[in-house]
């Protein structure tokens, strides 16, 4: 692969915008602290490539008016805490052109290093902090017409929703459109830039630390082998129905009149399951899973959907791998309905309090810039974490050339990182992208299909859903 860049610019906001120190809050200042990546594919179109990218940056401009704080600068205050200096210096544009054509990312647009290498901008970490953008952006034109577009946004400011939104409103200008929804960027619902005034309610010692290590550790020369890679598997509807069926079939009968486990819920004891078993966990082994709850809706009064930042709560369930695989796929989501219901208002406000009272928040943070066993904090075997994605919305992003034919996660070495999206057909089926070591691929794949105990023929493959808006 040979990349031209055409053209490379800082994107500035096209108004004046607020200046200043804006204080961020706690939950924006652990977790990952580096750029997180997503990419947009998009089928050939008779608009010329110039006209798109000036179309494009025009557009950008006028949605940083609205979105400034993407616009600015971190500035570090020491003991892993940010601050954010709003200065409107401005977002990374990168327009570029590749000679390679859509069919050659594969029928699902698994993704593979190529895509750190040709279609994001290169991000420079030894630069000062307060020098590095917190916005880079690269459109990409194929030879065969088509185009991808690059997303590495800084995950101190915002999370998924976060920037779904942004991708939202700035389709919306870029078509001509009104903004449908101002960004809320008050952030005094998470104690922004509070004193730490209260001692927490709950106890919070298991929510940051580190996750449950293999009882078996590899070996160096083990460990120098080990590579990973990441696979796209799809579900159709009616698999993901059986799955659902399955969960909530197999619930102990003092649970029959709660609420039936959801669609998430299954799908990532699914996942926790086939790894474990893909793996030859021991019985013994303890196992975890991180799940990542939007807050928003579940403090009193809940967020505006609009809040521009991190609202993002990690929850873990964990168990033993003996109990996990033997037992019925209810086991595994009742763990994680159990984790997940844990994310009350009182709650959340008492984990703000305790990371509060931190001395130092670096090490409830990592990088995804990560080595194959650990480099996250949930990452490496024997844990997974499973990103929700289904609920955000990110598909059917149209800037005026037609909606994308693939959204998903960019490439990642966490062995066990996992996003569950949407398939884009628009019904109930999904769309499963998973990085495990390469030892364990196919053994997870058998049972992602064989466990759900549902006829291999009427398995859903994304490509067909691709190939039929390629070519």
């Not at 961020?24 to 750029?35: F, M």
């Not at 160096?220 to 059986?242: N, P």
């Not at 998430?264 to 793996?279: G, M, N, Q």
Request: net charge neutral; aromatic share 12%; charged share 20%.
């Amino acid at each position: 692969m040979e990349l031209n860049i055409k053209r490379s610019l800082m994107v500035t906001p096209a108004e004046p915008t607020w200046t200043g120190n804006q204080s961020l809050s706690e939950w924006d200042q652990i977790g990952c602290t580096t750029h997180a990546h997503a990419i947009y594919f998009y089928g050939p179109t008779t608009t010329p490539i110039q006209a798109i990218t000036e179309t494009l940056i025009d557009s950008l401009r006028r949605v940083l008016v609205h979105f400034y704080p993407l616009a600015g600068r971190l500035r570090s205050l020491g003991n892993g805490r940010f601050e954010l200096a709003c200065n409107g210096n401005g977002v990374v544009f990168v327009a570029a052109e590749l000679n390679v054509d859509l069919v050659d990312f594969g029928e699902d647009f698994t993704p593979t290093p190529d895509y750190d290498r040709f279609l994001f901008p290169s991000i420079n970490d030894a630069v000062p902090i307060h020098e590095l953008p917190l916005c880079f952006v690269q459109l990409t034109k194929f030879r065969c017409g088509g185009f991808s577009l690059g997303l590495a946004m800084s995950h101190v400011v915002t999370d998924g929703l976060s920037a779904a939104n942004f991708m939202i409103e700035w389709a919306r200008l870029a078509r001509g459109e009104p903004l449908l929804t101002a960004p809320f960027h008050y952030k005094t619902a998470f104690k922004a830039g509070e004193p730490s005034w209260a001692p927490p309610r709950f106890d919070h010692s298991n929510d940051f630390c580190c996750m449950p290590f293999l009882l078996k550790q590899p070996s160096s020369e083990e460990l120098k082998k080990m590579k990973t890679t990441m696979i796209t598997l799809g579900l159709g509807t009616e698999q993901v129905e059986e799955l659902k069926r399955t969960a909530n079939r197999d619930r102990p009968n003092k649970l029959k009149s709660s609420r039936p486990y959801t669609r998430y819920e299954a799908l990532t004891a699914h996942i926790w399951r086939c790894a474990s078993k893909a793996r030859k966990h021991q019985d013994e082994q303890p196992t975890a899973c991180l799940v990542t709850i939007d807050s928003r809706r579940r403090l009193q009064p809940p967020l505006p959907l609009g809040y521009f930042g991190n609202g993002v709560f990690d929850v873990t369930a964990s168990c033993y791998a003996g109990d996990l695989t033997s037992k019925p796929l209810s086991y595994g989501a009742s763990k994680i309905r159990s984790a997940i219901e844990t994310v009350t208002n009182d709650y959340v406000l008492s984990a703000v309090d305790y990371l509060k009272s931190q001395r130092d928040l670096t090490k409830f943070q990592y990088s995804y810039k990560s080595s194959t066993n650990g480099g996250a904090n949930y990452g490496g075997n024997p844990n997974i974490g499973v990103v929700n994605w289904m609920n955000l919305p990110f598909n059917g992003t149209d800037f005026g050339w037609g909606k994308e034919i693939h959204f998903g996660p960019a490439y990642h070495q966490v062995d066990g990182d996992a996003w569950i999206l949407r398939s884009g057909k628009g019904d109930e089926s999904v769309v499963v992208v998973v990085c495990l070591l390469v030892q364990h691929v196919e053994a997870f794949k058998k049972h992602f299909y064989d466990d759900i105990n549902y006829s291999p023929e009427i398995r859903y493959h994304v490509s067909e859903a691709v190939q039929d808006l390629i070519f």
